[in-house]
């Protein structure tokens, strides 16, 4: 099966400064999301796209932190300004629909490092 | 609210043991689906297996078995005659409608397989 595709893989940004992460999902995938996961925890949803409309982004600190999904197929994290604490791995994972029963394909993730 | 206990952070086993990965969930849903997922060194998360609040058949894939039982809100994971490459970390996983479908996920258990 076609993978989630993200990146880059490795970030290292200096704090105040701006970064950005890529997410392509599955072809035909109309859900979309961008998880943090801090090590040694598990994944933490920050935004949930269906299409280009998003349906959740309740975790999503908005001051710092935006995500678009412009026509429905790839999308972008950004972050600015960077903080020490924004340090996590950041996972783009996408559906075949929305909905409880459908498993999650991730992509193999951005390390971000705030120094 | 929904939560995901995994109560073993690691695990380390001798290969060709068995070895058991708990997972202990809450939920007000009537409801809800199960995951397991599996996030080798690479970091990318592979979904294992789902299950449905409704069916609480044990299911048996190759080396891997899961058991669901819903009187004790537990779904553990079993490996058979472990092996190196089953090295990496579990992520159990809960959706249901109190959170619109979304995962939650548990922090996880590392598994290590040595040789």
């Known amino acids: 099966e076609a993978e989630v595709a993200q990146s880059p893989r490795y970030k290292i940004t200096e704090k105040s400064q701006a970064v950005a992460f890529w997410c392509d999902p599955i072809?035909?995938?109309?859900?979309l999301y961008w998880y943090r996961q801090i090590l040694g925890q598990g994944p933490e949803l920050l935004v949930q796209f269906q299409d280009e409309s998003v349906v959740d982004d309740s975790q999503l600190p908005k001051d710092r932190f935006s995500a678009e999904r412009l026509k429905g197929v790839d999308s972008t994290l950004k972050i600015q300004p960077a903080e020490l604490g924004d340090s996590a791995m950041y996972l783009c994972?996408?559906?075949?629909?929305?909905?409880?029963?459908?498993?999650?394909?991730f992509g193999n993730g951005t390390r971000l490092t705030v120094t | 609210a929904q939560k995901v206990t995994q109560a073993q952070t690691e695990i380390s086993v001798v290969e060709k043991e068995d070895v058991t990965l708990d997972c202990v969930y809450e939920t007000r849903d009537t409801t809800y689906y199960l995951f397991w997922y599996k996030q080798p060194p690479s970091g990318e998360l592979v979904f294992l297996i789902r299950r449905n609040s409704f069916d609480e058949q044990n299911e048996i894939s190759g080396r891997y078995s899961w058991n669901f039982q819903k009187s004790t809100s537990s779904f553990n994971f079993t490996i058979t005659a472990s092996q190196v490459v089953d090295s990496a970390v579990y992520f159990c996983?809960?959706?249901?409608?109190?959170?619109?479908?979304?995962?939650?996920f548990g922090d996880g258990t590392t598994l290590t397989v040595k040789p």
């Open positions: 994972a996408s559906s075949r629909d929305r909905g409880k029963m459908s498993p999650l394909h």
């Open positions: 996983a809960l959706s249901g409608d109190t959170n619109a479908g979304k995962s939650t």
């Open positions: 072809s035909g995938h109309a859900t």
